[in-house]
């Protein structure tokens, strides 16, 4: 089991394109809300990246992807960039995800739901372009968003991610990241078509009260005309004991990014599965 000091900084290996990320995503139904953030460190260069999407009420009111950053030197267990601030309250379990800049405020507490997922747990190996240190988890996020002076309670659903490694961002044709939960049950599932080792699947399901690897899953993308982001997905799943889900997603809102020759689609949507649907995380990616 991957112990609580994982998720502090760590030292970094000798190549330049080293880095160490934090990620974290959430979304409440009542206020159509979400949000997601990410601080990635590259001390060999040192620098730093942060990006921030917020969107409220169905809409994007908040965008910003800020590179080449000074490279800070606190560690994970408060760490500022960019206006955007992670703090750890109990390691692996309890977070705080600040962010103010007229006329919003964001101020939450991420609560773990599920124990962590270390991928090195997965059943295939991680492709090499992808730090290969790396592990996830799912929680419930509650607390504060104030817009131009109107206040909303947040309570809703999270996502998160810590990597670090070798990462060639350029190094996939592709990938698809899908997260979402449905009652006690969770997904985390990533397929990579990766230029040297081509097509591979990865995650786990959080079901029965614990993790589970998945076995196999088949992601198949629907793009509507020259969409550079697909607005459909159908998933299938078999986890490592056998069970089998099937759950298809529509993308509502997507914010592309550009790394260089990569675009990422962050994206909000719904999953539906038995006769359910619930808000949920995509992420598509790709070499230009």
Same mark, same amino acid.
């Given at each position: !089991? #991957? ?20 990620? %974290? ?27 921030? #999407? ?37 390691? !692996? ?5 600040? %962010? ?15 124990? *962590? ?15 290969? !240190?790396?592990?996830?988890?799912? =929680?419930?996020?509650? $607390?504060?968003?104030? *817009?131009? $002076? ?28 899908? !997260? ?11 397929? %990579? ?5 081509? #097509?591979?699947?990865?995650?786990? *399901? ?18 509507? =005309? ?22 298809? $997603? ?9 790394? $260089? ?20 995380? #995509? ?6």
């Amino acid at each position: !089991m #991957i112990s609580a000091t994982a998720d502090l900084r760590h030292q970094p290996t000798s190549e330049e394109n080293y880095s160490e990320s934090k990620w %974290f995503s959430f979304y409440d139904a009542k206020h159509d809300f979400w949000v997601s953030s990410r601080i990635g460190l590259e001390p060999n260069r040192k620098k730093a990246n942060r990006w921030l #999407i917020i969107a409220l009420d169905g809409k994007i009111i908040y965008h910003d992807l800020a590179t080449n950053l000074d490279l800070p030197q606190e560690d994970w267990d408060k760490i500022t960039l960019g206006g955007l601030q992670f703090r750890t309250i109990e390691p !692996m379990v309890r977070y705080g995800i600040k %962010f103010g800049i007229d006329p919003i405020m964001l101020d939450v507490t991420w609560q773990a739901s599920t124990p *962590v997922f270390d991928y090195k747990d997965c059943l295939a190996p991680l492709p090499p372009s992808l730090a290969a !240190m790396h592990y996830e988890q799912s =929680g419930h996020v509650r $607390g504060a968003l104030s *817009v131009a $002076g109107k206040s909303y309670a947040i309570d809703g659903t999270g996502h998160r991610d810590h990597s670090w490694g070798v990462r060639h961002w350029e190094g996939f044709r592709s990938w698809t990241a899908l !997260m979402g939960h449905f009652g006690h049950f969770y997904f985390h599932v990533e397929q %990579f078509d990766e230029k040297t080792t081509g #097509i591979t699947r990865h995650g786990f *399901v959080f079901v029965d009260g614990g993790n589970v690897s998945i076995k196999n899953a088949k992601i198949e993308p629907a793009f509507s =005309g020259e969409a550079a982001f697909p607005r459909q997905f159908s998933l299938e799943i078999e986890d490592a004991i056998g069970n089998k889900y099937s759950i298809d $997603g529509e993308v509502r809102l997507t914010c592309p990014l550009t790394f $260089g020759n990569c675009m990422v689609g962050e994206s909000f949507g719904t999953f539906s599965f038995s006769g359910q649907t619930n808000p949920g995380i #995509i992420e598509y990616g790709f070499t230009r």
